[in-house]
Structures are given as structure tokens and as C-alpha cells.
């Protein structure tokens, strides 16, 4: 429930004014969009498809209404309605789906929905209405006026003016509080806008980014570095001293946030005179004026490979819903999908080789185009994922293609000079399993690393076995319980008495029992290896007989493995 203060803060907010007058006035023009181009604008990090009714994304959004339940609103076709603290499990959360879904609003906009149980589920699918749901951390205000400027964007852009310009006299506002040239980026580094203010204290990195309309990557090197990136993402503002040898002005930075996601950024670079402490007061007020701006950029065109890239990861971590994903990206819903994965074979995480996954990702991009295999590639992290949908129904030739493919790439980013590991998850039957081979491909990658005779390329029909063991490994690290037992006890025994009992049994079980390729994988005679084993088999009482105790063996020695390489 909101206070009193809350509710008049939020009936003042842009976009969320509980009057009639528009509706009530024909000749005022509501600026509309389709749910999809609002998911799409905002971004499904902020906006997440939790249930879908019958109209879809196809609904056009035309107005956004707080839903109070002490005095409901008159829920009008096309609303956005905002369920602003309610909580699922309540009376009045189902009042308003049911009240929304009777007025065929576009959608119920709810937060958090997580640990919601049986109820709330079958609810939803009762309830013909659309339901998102937005980061705990998103402000309702922030919100509304978020929507409101997503509309505006709708019906500027319907009247064909743009909103460069807006971003380039925004830049100019934010130079003049800060006292110093400003540069608007995305979250890619790539230049949205600069100010004009201040041309004549232009520095080389400075004039690089604005001539090149990207950061150059001598001056990306020099930020990831000094970890301006990663303080960019921990704190309100960060700073760079100047640096003469590199003709580097200083500098302060800050992230434009919308809830938990980065849109974008603002740099300062010092003017005439020094960054004072106000300006760094000064920057922080610039980034909040900046998040709708730039909301309102990406609507008429800006980021659209972010905006691809968010949905793209929503879809493979099964955060969104695939029919939607499908109808913005034009993909095939009802067809066969696959994922691909590659993985640097040495790094340090993806801050340390951005060129180098976008020189794989530029690979990859050619060698699917000569394949004739459809991807939608995104880096997550320190690794290059590819979604290949709309694949024939027959999985044997396409698994087949699809190696091919991983060979092809693995061959030509060697050739780069990065060597890469590639992972081929199974082919499933309908876009909305891709979590499902992308999970496959999140197991195989690390373990390609972890045992480099398997790779470089792989699908996971060939590495199942050492997929689901590694598994087992990772469920046994959470239970200690299970870590005691014969293993553990021939362990304490080496240890105490300077042995190698466990290395013996290791060789034991890798020669599968073959005694005479385990003696020589020890360099020693049999018959010291027959004498070894039956010392094992006293000390810890493993039954070097039965298959349960050997399995069982093997499933200890390698989470002792694992946690020598943790």
C-alpha cells in the first residue's frame, strides 16, 4: 500500500496523472505503441514478460494508470496498469488482473514475482492479461516516467523528428553544470552525442572518440586497465587523474541507470578549470535527467544491438517469453533451435578481451553465412554465445552442419591467434527449450577447459558422460557429508605416512582396472602395483570388485580434483 506522501508523489509523476482529460478529448493525439516495442525500448532487463495473454505484444500501449485499491482507477483499452505495492498473494493483486484483463488493458506491470506458488500461477493463466514484472530495485516514479518518455519517443517518431538533437543539447546542459566537454555514450562506448561548450580544451582521446563516434580501443585498454569499468558499475562517480604522457585530460564518469540496468554513460573531461566537488554533485543530477533521454534514444534507434543482445540473453536464461522474443526478433517459435558456444581457451574474463570476442564474433557471423545457418550471436561474459533458430527438423544432418560449423570457427579464430574451446549443445524441438542447450553449452565450456583432450569442438552426445559426472562432483561440493569415506581416509593415510595410495587408485580406475597399463602410467612392476592395491583395499575398505565402490571412488577422487584447481 502506498502513504498518502506516496500516493501525491505518484499522481504528480509524468505519465501517471489520474485525470480523464485526454481520453475525454478526442482532438488530443495518444501517442501509441505495441507492448513489443515497449519491452523492447525499455529493455527486457527492466521489462520481464512474466505471462502473456491472448493479443500478445501486438496490443497497442496508449496511457499508464496506477492501480489504487482503496479507489481503482477506470482501467481503459491500451492501459499499462501499475500494480504499485501489491503483492501477489493478496486479494486485491487478483481484483486488479481481473479488473485490467475485463478492460483489455495491454498490461499489469508488478514487482518482484519471485517464490510466487500454484495459486498466483493459475491465476495467470485464468486472467487473460498481459503481466510484467520489474526489478525490485526500480523506482515506481522512475518507471512511470520512463513509459510516459517510451510514449512520447512513439509519437515523435511517428512524426518523423528524431532525437539526436535532443542528446546533443542535453550534452551541452550537462557541460555547463559540470563546467567541462561531456560525452553521452551507450553501453558499448560507442558516442550518442558530445557538447559544443568547451571546443577548445579538447583532448586526443577526447577528439578520437568523437571523429571515430566510438571509444578508441588504445584508450578501452588504458580503462579496463585501471578498472574504470568495473568502478563504474560499484560507484556514483569515478575519477582519472590526468596523464600527460598520453595527452589525457583528467576526467569523471558515471553510469546512466535505469533500476539495476546500465544504459549508458556520461564523461566529463576537466574544462578551463579544475573538477570541483560540486561538479561531481552536479554529474549525479545529470545521469537521472540522462536515463529518460536516453530511454527515449533507444526508442527512436539508438542501441539496437543492446536492446537484441538483452533479449537475446532473456530468451537463453529463460527470463523471457519465447513467442514475444520470437515476434520482435523474427524468429521461428514453432521450429528446432540450437546453441552454440565459444570460449577463449586462456582468459583473464571478458574485460581483458572485448577486441577479442568481437574479432570471434565477427568469425563466427562468416562462417555461419557460408554455412548457410542462421545465428543470433551475443557475448555473455567471458564468452561468445550463438542462438540458431528456425533449424530443419532433421537433428542428425543438422547436428552434423552445425559441428562443421564449430570446426570451421575454431579453425579460423586459431588462425586469429585465439585459440578457442567450442560447445554444441542439442538440438531441441521449439525456441522456447533453448535455455535448455544453453545450459547443456554453460556445462561443456568449463569442462572443455578443465580437459583440453576433449576439444576444441564438441557436441554434447560426446561429452555427456563427463558433463553429468562433473555435475554429480558439483552436487557432492555442496554436501560435505559426503566427502568423508574410504577416499578420504586414504588420503589421511598418505598424508601420515608419506605415500601415494590416492595417485595409485587414480591410475587404478583410469586404466579401468587393467593392472598392467596402471603399473606402467606409475613406472612401476606389477606386482608392487597388485601389492599397492591390496594395501588400498585395507586401508580404506574399497572393494576393488564392486562396481557401486569403484563408481563411488572415482566420483571423490575427481571432487578432490576440483577443489585443487578451485
Same mark, same amino acid.
Given at each position: ?20 482529460? *485526454? ?73 486488479? +488482473? ?29 486472467? *487473460? ?40 543539447? /542535453? ?40 571523429? $571515430? ?38 576526467? &569523471? ?12 554513460? +556520461? ?10 566537488? *560540486? ?33 537475446? #540473453?532473456?530468451?537463453?536464461? *529463460? ?21 552454440? $558456444? %565459444?570460449? /577463449? ?71 586469429? $591467434? +585465439? ?7 542439442? %538440438? ?16 561443456? +565450456? ?20 563427463? %558433463? ?20 578420504? #581416509? ?50 580404506? $575398505? ?12 572415482? &566420483? ?11
Amino acid at each position: 500500500m502506498l502513504s498518502d506522501v506516496d500516493g501525491e508523489q505518484m499522481r504528480r509523476a509524468p505519465g501517471v496523472d489520474s485525470s480523464e482529460h *485526454d481520453r475525454d478529448h478526442p482532438e488530443v493525439e495518444q501517442p501509441t505503441l505495441t507492448l513489443a516495442e515497449l519491452v523492447d525500448t525499455l529493455g527486457p532487463r527492466m521489462l520481464r514478460v512474466v505471462s502473456s495473454s491472448a493479443a500478445g505484444s501486438a496490443c497497442l500501449v496508449r496511457e499508464v494508470t496506477i492501480y489504487d485499491p482503496l479507489h481503482p482507477p477506470r482501467v481503459q483499452p491500451g492501459d499499462v496498469v501499475l500494480g504499485v505495492g501489491l503483492h501477489p498473494s493478496t486479494p486485491a493483486f487478483a481484483d486488479m +488482473l481481473e479488473a485490467s484483463a475485463a478492460a483489455r488493458a495491454a498490461a499489469v506491470i508488478v514487482k518482484p514475482l519471485e517464490g510466487t506458488g500454484r495459486n498466483i500461477r493459475e491465476l495467470f493463466t485464468r486472467v *487473460d492479461v498481459t503481466v510484467i514484472a520489474v526489478p525490485a530495485g526500480m523506482g515506481w516514479e522512475q518507471l512511470s516516467l520512463l513509459l510516459r518518455y517510451a510514449l512520447d519517443a512513439a509519437g515523435a517518431r511517428h512524426e518523423g523528428s528524431g532525437d539526436a538533437t535532443d542528446l546533443f543539447a /542535453l550534452a551541452n546542459v550537462i557541460a555547463r553544470m559540470v563546467g567541462g566537454p561531456v560525452t553521452i555514450e551507450d553501453a558499448q562506448s560507442r558516442v550518442l552525442a558530445y557538447s559544443t561548450l568547451y571546443s577548445d580544451v579538447v583532448d586526443n582521446p577526447r577528439k578520437q572518440t568523437i571523429l $571515430g563516434r566510438q571509444v578508441p580501443e588504445a584508450f578501452l585498454d588504458l580503462l579496463q586497465k585501471r578498472g574504470v569499468f568495473r568502478d563504474l558499475r560499484d560507484q556514483k562517480v569515478v575519477r582519472m587523474d590526468a596523464d600527460p604522457s598520453l595527452h589525457l585530460r583528467a576526467r &569523471m564518469a558515471i553510469a546512466v541507470r535505469a533500476g539495476d540496468q546500465i544504459l549508458g554513460s +556520461l564523461w566529463v573531461a576537466e574544462g578551463p578549470e579544475p573538477l570541483s566537488p *560540486d561538479a561531481e554533485n552536479a554529474l549525479v543530477e545529470a545521469a537521472r535527467l540522462a536515463a529518460v533521454h536516453l530511454i527515449r534514444a533507444r526508442s527512436s534507434g539508438y542501441e539496437p544491438w543492446q536492446r537484441r543482445d538483452e533479449l537475446l #540473453r532473456q530468451l537463453l536464461e *529463460d527470463r523471457a517469453d519465447a513467442r514475444m522474443v520470437a515476434e520482435t526478433l523474427g524468429f521461428e517459435v514453432d521450429r528446432p533451435a540450437a546453441v552454440l $558456444g %565459444v570460449e /577463449l581457451q586462456t582468459t583473464d574474463g571478458l574485460a581483458a578481451d572485448q577486441i577479442s570476442y568481437d574479432r570471434l564474433r565477427n568469425t563466427l557471423e562468416a562462417q555461419a553465412s557460408a554455412f548457410r545457418i542462421k545465428i543470433a550471436p551475443i557475448v555473455v561474459g567471458a564468452r561468445l554465445l550463438a542462438l540458431m533458430p528456425g533449424l530443419s527438423d532433421e537433428s542428425d544432418r543438422v547436428l552434423a552442419a552445425i559441428r562443421r560449423l564449430g570446426e570451421a570457427v575454431a579453425g579460423a579464430a586459431t588462425k586469429l $591467434g +585465439l585459440p578457442v574451446n567450442v560447445a554444441i549443445g542439442p %538440438v531441441v524441438d521449439k525456441l522456447r527449450d533453448a535455455p535448455l542447450s544453453h545450459a547443456a553449452v554453460s556445462e561443456m +565450456l568449463p569442462a572443455l577447459a578443465a580437459e583440453p583432450g576433449l576439444g576444441p569442438v564438441a557436441t554434447i552426445d560426446e561429452m555427456r558422460a563427463v %558433463v553429468t559426472i562433473r555435475s554429480l562432483v558439483a552436487m557432492m561440493a555442496k554436501r560435505p557429508d559426503l566427502h568423508a569415506g574410504p577416499v578420504a #581416509r586414504l588420503r589421511t593415510y598418505d598424508e601420515q605416512k608419506g605415500t601415494n595410495h590416492v595417485l595409485t587408485l587414480r591410475r587404478h580406475l583410469e586404466a579401468t582396472g587393467d593392472m598392467t597399463v596402471a603399473a606402467r602410467l606409475l613406472g612401476i612392476h606389477t606386482n608392487t602395483m597388485r601389492y599397492r592395491l591390496r594395501n588400498i583395499s585395507q586401508i580404506s $575398505g574399497i572393494a576393488l570388485d564392486d562396481q557401486a565402490d569403484l563408481t563411488m571412488a572415482w &566420483m571423490h577422487l575427481k571432487l578432490i580434483e576440483r577443489d585443487a584447481l578451485a
